[in-house]
């Protein structure tokens, strides 16, 4: 927000405060505001428009039953009722998968009311997304389908080559793979009886 390039475009719109600048929490002279905390910190007492919650669970604690726990009752119990206007304002959660039960998969197995966006690294027809994102101006729903149509097509193949995706295949434990980038958390060791 203070960069050069941000104050060229929208910088005439409101300016930065400096009664407010860390960097857990800036404002602006609008009485716009960005909060920056972690699972369970600062963000009782706080409210706002939108709720952006990154990867809440931890990847070297995930497998911990308590600590999941702890993070998805924060997601249930505190989470909701921060919105300013709880018809008007979002919550949004971005994470790869870890668990069956990390956040991602109580908003989905709980039926939470949640926009379900997944693009696994591979393309997997069985699991083909369709997603309605909103609604425009005229009412109209917005889609985003995944445009891939043939199994194993990357998601990203610029960034993320077939040599690189083979690296991380080589590295990562397929329980890692599953979830991170394909979306399918298991059970470590998977569903087949050894």
Same mark, same amino acid.
């Given at each position: 927000? /203070? %960069?050069?390039? #941000?104050? +060229?475009?929208?910088?005439?719109?409101?300016?930065?405060?400096?009664?407010? #600048? &860390? +960097?857990?929490?800036?404002?602006?002279?609008?009485?716009?505001?960005?909060?920056?905390? %972690? $699972?369970?910190?600062?963000?009782?007492?706080?409210?706002?428009?939108?709720?952006?919650?990154?990867? @809440?669970?931890? &990847?070297?604690?995930?497998?911990?039953? &308590?600590?999941?726990?702890?993070?998805?009752?924060?997601?249930?119990? $505190?989470?909701?009722?921060?919105?300013?206007?709880?018809?008007? /304002?979002?919550?949004? $959660?971005?994470?790869?998968?870890?668990?069956?039960?990390?956040? *991602? /998969?109580?908003?989905? %197995?709980?039926?939470? /009311?949640?926009?379900?966006?997944?693009? @696994?690294?591979? #393309?997997?027809?069985?699991?083909?997304?369709?997603?309605?994102?909103?609604? !425009?101006? !005229?009412?109209?729903?917005?889609?985003?389908?995944?445009?891939?149509?043939? !199994?194993?097509?990357?998601?990203?193949?610029?960034?993320? &080559? @077939? !040599?690189?995706?083979?690296? #991380?295949? *080589?590295?990562?434990?397929?329980?890692?793979?599953?979830?991170?980038?394909?979306?399918?958390?298991?059970?470590?060791?998977? %569903?087949?009886? +050894?």
């Amino acid at each position: 927000v /203070g %960069s050069d390039l #941000y104050r +060229k475009m929208w910088g005439n719109r409101f300016n930065l405060s400096s009664e407010q #600048y &860390t +960097k857990v929490k800036f404002a602006n002279d609008g009485t716009g505001w960005k909060l920056a905390t %972690s $699972v369970g910190g600062i963000g009782v007492g706080e409210r706002g428009d939108r709720f952006i919650i990154d990867d @809440p669970n931890n &990847t070297m604690e995930v497998e911990s039953e &308590t600590t999941r726990m702890t993070t998805n009752m924060w997601f249930r119990e $505190v989470v909701p009722t921060r919105l300013n206007n709880p018809s008007q /304002g979002a919550i949004i $959660v971005i994470q790869q998968r870890l668990h069956e039960d990390d956040v *991602s /998969g109580i908003a989905l %197995s709980q039926e939470m /009311g949640y926009t379900h966006l997944m693009i @696994p690294m591979e #393309y997997d027809s069985g699991r083909h997304c369709v997603t309605v994102l909103g609604l !425009d101006r !005229d009412d109209n729903k917005i889609l985003w389908e995944d445009p891939r149509k043939n !199994d194993f097509e990357l998601a990203w193949p610029e960034r993320f &080559t @077939p !040599d690189v995706c083979n690296k #991380y295949k *080589s590295t990562m434990t397929e329980y890692a793979w599953a979830g991170q980038m394909q979306q399918t958390p298991e059970p470590r060791g998977g %569903s087949i009886i +050894k």
